[in-house]
């Protein structure tokens, strides 16, 4: 590990990490059907997802300060700029193949670069100064809201007064907040850490040489990597597993919604409950829906069984 790193840093990102897989692993198991389809939209779930982005952006921010701790060292920022925002053009353009209609467009990725933008001056000034802006952004949305900011363009500020139908949005309201505390924080603590540094003789790693070989800060110090691998290889997993073994099927509330539909059209009773359960059926017998993740194409398959089912007097 070089100098300029912090063990306890790297760790702590190398726990949000874990955390965001397991995150990202309940949205997938619901997406396939193996878990209940409004379990990531629960309140607990919910929770989960915005603590691990507020821990992302808190522990960027006290990374900026480590990185810049005696100056701003340009190169190495435009750097890591360059590579974020590489990184979160890659998740909109991976995103917009899967989720046309709900591609991320303004991410964390996303934010943590705009954001780092913005924590430029407070890098240069008192803690009591970041976290002042940190405040702004937390708080700027109970003041600034307003249908003005509701064009497309603009969503990604965080003041509109409606919600953009997208994967992940961390706009910069209140999202950058996060950053600038961990602007505050990493300022607080830098004078502590370079203290214990130099009592210690270890530089920027003031714990034992076995610790710095430990799994749980390499996750930290390869986080962006991990995320962008992560979902994918997740995706595939589960369209596999859902192909071989497809997740099995509630028909019972399939049957009821079905012939619901059916008899609003003005089909009879028992005409729309034989189709229905023929329909489902023959969905679960055929395996059609194994491994769709589009609900437009989820809807035309069984579209097709059920005519099929009514062409048959099933």
């Known amino acids: 590990m070089n100098q300029g790193r912090w063990w306890a840093l790297d760790a702590a990102r190398g726990i949000a990490v874990l955390a965001m897989i397991v995150f990202h692993l309940i949205w997938d198991l619901a ?9 990531p939209w ?14 992302f952006l808190f522990i960027a921010g006290v990374a900026l300060v480590l990185a810049n701790r005696d100056s701003m060292r340009w190169p190495a ?15 909109t353009a991976g995103t917009y193949a ?24 407070f890098l240069l000034a008192p803690w009591s100064v970041a976290l002042v802006g ?10 600034f ?19 953009p139908m997208t994967q992940d949005w961390r706009p910069l309201f209140p999202w950058a907040g996060a950053l600038l505390l961990g602007v505050a924080a990493g300022k607080l603590a830098l004078p502590v850490y370079g203290k214990r540094a130099r009592v210690s003789g270890e530089g920027a790693n003031p714990l034992p040489t076995h610790a710095k070989r430990e799994w749980l800060p390499f996750l930290g110090r390869h986080s962006l990597l991990i995320y962008l691998a992560h979902q994918p290889a997740l995706f ?37 409950h034989d189709a229905c359960q023929c329909t489902a059926r023959e969905a679960i017998r055929s395996r059609a829906l194994a491994g769709v993740t589009d609900e437009v194409e989820r809807g035309r398959r069984l579209n097709e069984i059920a005519q099929k089912c009514a062409a048959n007097g099933r």
């Open 42 to 55: 629960s309140a607990p779930v919910k929770i989960f997802g915005h603590s691990i982005a507020f821990a």
């Open 31 to 39: 997406h396939f059907g193996y878990a209940p389809a409004n379990l």
């Open 134 to 143: 940190g405040a702004f952004f937390l708080l700027g949305g109970a003041f």
């Open 236 to 272: 595939a997993l589960l369209m596999g597993l859902a192909y071989l073994m497809p997740p099995a099927v509630e028909a019972t509330e399939f049957v009821a919604s079905c012939e619901a539909r059916c008899m609003e059209d003005g089909g009879e009773g028992k005409i729309c």
């Open 98 to 121: 899967l989720f046309p209609n709900a591609f991320v467009f303004f991410g964390i990725l996303h934010c943590i670069a705009v954001a780092s933008l913005i924590a430029v001056p």
């Open 145 to 163: 809201t307003s249908s003005a900011f509701n064009a497309d363009w603009l969503q990604w500020i965080g003041l509109s007064t409606s919600e």
């Open 77 to 91: 920022f435009w750097r890591r700029f360059a590579l974020i925002g590489a990184a979160a053009a890659l998740v």
